[in-house]
């Protein structure tokens, strides 16, 4: 894909990414009937965001087949469209469970992604006549980042109001949001030419092919501590009680590798995690965990760490190349980083 497109994909990732992370650390039962803002709540807002998702699938299909396009908005109207879609869409979905909103939000977003897919870099930055006005298929595509930057902004506002912001949610949006944020470095680690994968710093000294391994190495250090809370056996590497330590040992390991050797380490490692999550059931995952083998409290918390490791480096590799996004996309922060 040319590089224009890995730029848009980069930052649908990463602000998708962001969004979800503001609703981790949230239970499940604010999340289904808390207010965000009016009478909308955060599940119900994730319904809302893939509902705008495919109305622009939609609109872009229009465009690609040259079909006449209507304006979604009149604010000089007492029934602006865009008020009225909203009032509809909050009447259909004011019930749906948190899983049933997320996967209308994640199944939309494929959606859209698709339809992306099929647009040539010309056609997406050529100016179009619609019934308003000039527009353009990449400034739809940047409404979609800033919807999601919009909703992030009100979930971060929101959530300083609770009395607790740092308890296991839900397992549905657990997945999702470590889904994400995976999905987010790998976006911007594609921003990285190939040929510039062994030799260009983009974590200090540590190049791209470097930071794979790490993330690998990291994920298997995940999977340990969810192995120790749930019982289970489990291979763990030989850590050092200093990180910086261990994490420069285990880079120095991987140095003779090749670019073909890690990416298979990376993956593995990710998906062992990933299984073990999935396997375990709602009960498991929040319950309590009072060993000493774990420094995380549940099986939750370990899951966050590793999706805020991801968002860490996704940010540090934009901050590095550096990659031209609000700068509030170049650093991240968060309980575990």
């Known amino acids: 894909m040319s590089k224009p497109h890995n730029l848009i994909l980069a930052r649908l990732a990463a602000e998708r990414a962001r969004l979800l992370r503001e609703l981790i650390g949230i239970d499940r039962q ?46 000089s109207t007492p029934d602006d469209p865009l008020k009225k879609r909203n009032a509809e869409l909050h009447a259909r979905i004011k019930d749906w469970s948190l899983e049933r909103s997320l996967e209308y939000f994640s199944d939309a977003r494929t959606q859209f992604l698709d339809v992306l897919a099929q647009v040539s870099d010309k056609d997406l930055k050529r100016t179009r006549q619609v019934s308003w006005g000039e527009t353009s298929l990449f400034e739809w595509t940047r409404w979609r980042w800033r919807h999601d930057a919009g909703h992030a902004e009100d979930f971060r506002r929101w959530r300083k109001t609770l009395q607790h912001d740092d308890v296991p949610g839900a397992k549905s949006l657990l997945l999702a949001a470590l889904a994400a944020a995976r999905r987010d470095f ?18 200090g000294t540590w190049t791209l092919k470097d930071v794979y391994g790490h993330m690998a190495d990291w994920d298997v250090y995940f999977y340990s501590k969810a192995c ?48 073990t999550l999935k396997t375990a059931d709602e009960e498991t995952i929040t319950r309590p965990y009072n060993g000493s083998k774990s420094p995380y409290p549940t099986l939750y918390h370990c899951a966050w760490s590793a999706l805020e490791h ?17 700068k509030r996309l170049w650093v991240f922060a968060g309980p575990y980083t």
């Open 310 to 326: 991801y968002l860490d480096h996704a940010a540090v590799i934009r901050k590095e190349l550096p990659v031209r996004v609000p």
């Open 186 to 203: 790998i976006a911007s680690a594609a921003l990285v030419h190939a040929s510039e994968r062994k030799t260009r710093h983009v974590c």
């Open 30 to 75: 604010t999340l289904e009937t808390v207010p965000v803002f009016a009478d909308w709540t955060a599940a119900n807002l994730l319904a809302h965001i893939g509902d705008y998702d495919l109305l622009f699938v939609e609109r872009f299909q229009k465009a690609l087949q040259g079909q006449e396009i209507a304006s979604i908005s009149d604010d």
């Open 228 to 275: 120790a809370i749930l019982g289970s056996e489990y291979h763990e590497l030989n850590w050092h009680p200093d990180w910086r330590v261990s994490n420069e040992k285990l880079v120095q390991a991987r140095r003779t590798q090749s670019w073909q050797q890690i990416i298979p380490d990376f993956n593995n490692a990710f998906r062992n995690l990933l299984t």
